[in-house]
């Protein structure tokens, strides 16, 4: 082996001290330091506080997307509008069954789950979260408590609809996002299949939609056939440069119908919201 001749010492010396006077430059300003909270296999997670209508709220970013605002002092708080839409179809179905009986395909901040759990104490409520980290993250800094009643599957939403059903639900709630849209083998007909072979007699599957920013109003319309249902779509105004987000509602019921949701006085009183109750799209 040739060995470096001595004109090139000096060299390769020089160099190493520039690398390593770069690299503690770097480290001293921050330059190497993560923007996440914690990097997983899927995610950069980041967890940030805010204040929404003048309260402190927690924030949750998966990579670029808000996906939660979490209160850690009252879990029954619903920030994003599709949220408060999911308090309102929960309020109808548990007029109809109780307990309830939920699943959630992505868990995200736990937002709604703990919203269930504090509204509907004897609910059996089921996440599917495909990342272990978010989960840590929504116990160690979103509020959701340790001792639980909501369960949580760390695996792929379509491994875990592909079993055979062991429970009926009577909400399965869609809010699973790789980046800004919805991971595309939870978007297809055999999906909604298996969605639909988990869902009891006159269950709702809702669906959490992003379709880019706008500047007028948010929803979409669309019915998978293999949900011979009407479709409930709620609008709501949204800021220029928003992103539009909306919410579907598919019943395993094929007479099903729901042309207006429930008025506050049939709500039980800890459901009752405190935003205008949307009418909704027959």
Known sequence: MRRPSKSRLPLAILAIAILAGASILAAAQGWLKSSC??????????????????????????????????SLEDPTRLVYGYEQV???????????????????IG??????????????????LDVIE????VTEVAYDLLGLRRDTRITT?????????AKQPDTQYDLI????????????????????ERTKAWLSDGGL???????????TSCGLT????????????????CAPGATRRGLHSFSSRPTYRWISPPSRRSMPATARPSWPIRSWIR
């Open 222 to 237: 669309s019915t998978p056939s293999v949900v011979p249902s009407r479709t409930s779509t709620s609008y709501r105004p």
């Open 153 to 161: 599957y760390n695996e792929d939403a379509r491994m875990f609809l």
């Open 86 to 104: 999911y308090a309102e179809a929960t309020a109808y179905q548990a007029m109809r069954s109780d307990p309830l009986r939920a699943l959630f």
């Open 205 to 215: 599957y809702m669906v959490n939609l992003i379709d880019g920013p706008v500047t």
């Open 130 to 133: 495909i990342d272990p980290g």
């Open 107 to 124: 868990g995200g901040g736990y937002t709604f789950p703990r919203y269930m759990e504090a509204i509907y104490p004897d609910s059996k």
């Open 37 to 70: 909270t914690l990097e997983t296999n899927y995610f950069c997670i980041k967890v940030r506080d805010d204040t929404r209508n003048g309260q402190p709220v927690r924030v949750l970013i998966l990579d670029r997307l808000v996906h939660s605002y979490s």
């Open 173 to 192: 709630m869609g809010d699973a996002f790789n980046d800004f849209s919805v991971p595309y083998h939870l978007t297809t007909q055999e999906f909604n």
